[in-house]
Structures are given as C-alpha cells and as structure tokens.
Nanobody, 127 residues
Framework: QVQLVESGGDLVQNGGSLRLSCAIS????????IAWFRQAPGKEREGVACIWTKRSLTYYGDSVKGRFTISRDNANSNVYLQMNSLKPEDTAVYFC????????????????????WGQGTQVSVSS
C-alpha cells in the first residue's frame, strides 16, 4: 500500500523560505512520478512541481519557476519541495501525489493522473 506523508508547512513572512517533505512508502521508484500540488481556498488544485524518477527530470508550474525546487532523497524515499522567495499568493495547502508509470505517458500537472495522495500541509505566507 502506497502512503504519502507531508510535513514542513508553516507560517512565514513574505520573501521567506520553507522546505516541505513527503515521506513515501510502498512505491517503486524505478519509474514513478511524484508531484507537489497546492490548493488555496476557493481555488482548484494546481500542479506546482513534479519529478520523474526514471530520468530524474523535473517539471514546474509557471508561477513557481525559479523559486521552487523539487528533489529526491533516494536513501530515505523522501521527496522535498524547497520554496524560496515566498509570496502571499503561495498560501495554500500543499499535497504530495504519486503514480507508478510502468512506461506510461502522463500529464504531470493534472490531479486525476495520480492515484496516491497525502493529507496535505498548510503553508501560509504573510504580507
């Protein structure tokens, strides 16, 4: 059974930094997509970043390019989201999501592509 547990959410000031962690168990890392999504109140869930484990390729949403970095810790099966230069509009619940691809193509920023989700962690950025 795949389990994802996010941590690291907090209240930070405008311009600050945070690192979110996603602890993953039960997932094969040979060919998987692991993504971060976020959802602000009254808004749809949007893709923030994704890492494709087979090729170590990363993908980012336009609003976070250059500020956020997704990375993977192979030893601990953790995926991180380093968030710098945070803005009030980054305030949201951040979710970790995963999918074993088995050679399939996928669209990284679409929620229905991912069968496994964590419970989310709150990030709040004060202005």
């Amino acid at each position: 059974q795949v389990q994802l547990v996010e941590s690291g959410g907090d209240l930070v000031q405008n311009g600050g930094s945070l690192r979110l962690s996603c602890a993953i168990s039960g997932l094969s890392f040979d060919d998987s997509a692991i993504a971060w999504f976020r959802q602000a109140p009254g808004k749809e869930r949007e893709g923030v970043a994704c890492i494709w484990t087979k090729r170590s390729l990363t993908y980012y949403g336009d609003s976070v390019k250059g500020r956020f970095t997704i990375s993977r810790d192979n030893a601990n099966s953790n995926v991180y989201l380093q968030m710098n230069s945070l803005k009030p509009e980054d305030t949201a619940v951040y979710f970790c999501a995963a999918r074993e691809l088995h050679g399939s193509r996928w669209y990284w920023g679409i929620t229905v592509e991912y069968p496994h989700w964590g419970q989310g962690t709150q990030v709040s950025v004060s202005s």
